[in-house]
């Protein structure tokens, strides 16, 4: 089937860093600073206008980003139908008077079926996790996990990616296609990587998935592609673009994919 055959689907992922654009930490960030810097990031999401956006450390209200509700406010600015956002990080600091309240967040011109989010908890420190949502797109019904796994180690990052497949493997059944997407924290360059390990036991694939150049998404002293769109063997990548916007830490990833049309059956 030809691509002109069937319809293509666009999805974004962004770890947006609590919208202080390339500065140390969003506390040294102004909230006039930190506004235009959300501006920048809407202006590029439009610039693909994608069906469902993924958002990582995006707040809901922070001491350090002025009591922003960012996901809000980027849905006003792109026009986007539908905003959840998952917080996976709601805690106070110096006897609860700093309120802290982020997570991953997804705009969606689509209408969900139904949201979940899941932190991993693994501790008290713990501030990641992912947010789901079941949609229908041209009468295909997809289920798009958008995450951001741990930055420390691989061997936390192994317990939460176990925790992404019990959830997969709960909500699978009742769709037509996957897509995860995010910030992994990890590459492909170990056998051992738990990107790896989730591709293998979700059977799911990604664009060049032992490419670095040309996909760096955490470029810098340390530069690495550490986020990912992967989706399930039915889906077939058209186009996949890693960004260069500098407007945070990470860049952001844009991929279209073809989606197969329903088959209908003449003869019933």
């Avoid at 709960?170 to 990587?193: E, W, Y």
Wanted: charged fraction near 25%; aromatic fraction near 8%; charge should be neutral.
């Amino acid at each position: 089937m030809s691509t002109n055959e069937s319809p293509i689907f666009t999805a974004m992922t962004f770890n947006v860093a609590h919208g202080r654009g390339q500065r140390f930490h969003q506390t040294l960030v102004k909230r006039p600073a930190m506004e235009r810097n959300l501006q920048e990031i809407a202006r590029h999401i439009l610039l693909y206008n994608p069906d469902i956006v993924a958002l990582q450390e995006i707040d809901q209200g922070s001491f350090w980003n002025h009591r922003l509700d960012q996901l809000e406010y980027l849905r006003e600015l792109t026009l986007y139908a539908h905003a959840h956002h998952g917080i996976h990080k709601d805690d106070f600091l110096f006897f609860k008077q700093l309120v802290l309240k982020y997570g991953v967040g997804i705009l969606s011109r689509l209408e969900p079926l139904d949201f979940v989010s899941q932190p991993f908890s693994l501790g008290r420190l713990d501030s990641k996790g992912f947010t789901s949502k079941r949609l229908v797109f041209h009468d295909r019904k997809m289920a798009v996990v958008a995450l951001h796994l741990d930055f420390k180690s691989d061997k936390r990052r192994l317990r939460q990616v176990h925790q992404l497949i019990e959830h997969v493997d709960r909500i699978r059944a009742d769709v037509d296609h996957l897509i995860l997407m995010g910030d992994f924290n990890c590459t492909t360059q170990k056998p051992s990587s738990p990107l790896l390990v989730l591709m293998r036991e979700l059977q799911l694939h990604t664009y060049e998935p032992h490419a670095q150049q040309g996909h760096i998404s955490f470029p810098g002293l340390l530069a690495r592609r550490l986020d990912y769109i992967l989706v399930d063997h039915g889906l077939t990548f058209v186009e996949y673009r890693t960004g260069d916007a500098r407007i945070s830490d990470h860049e952001y990833v844009v991929a279209r994919i073809q989606v197969p049309i329903a088959r209908i059956d003449l003869a019933s």
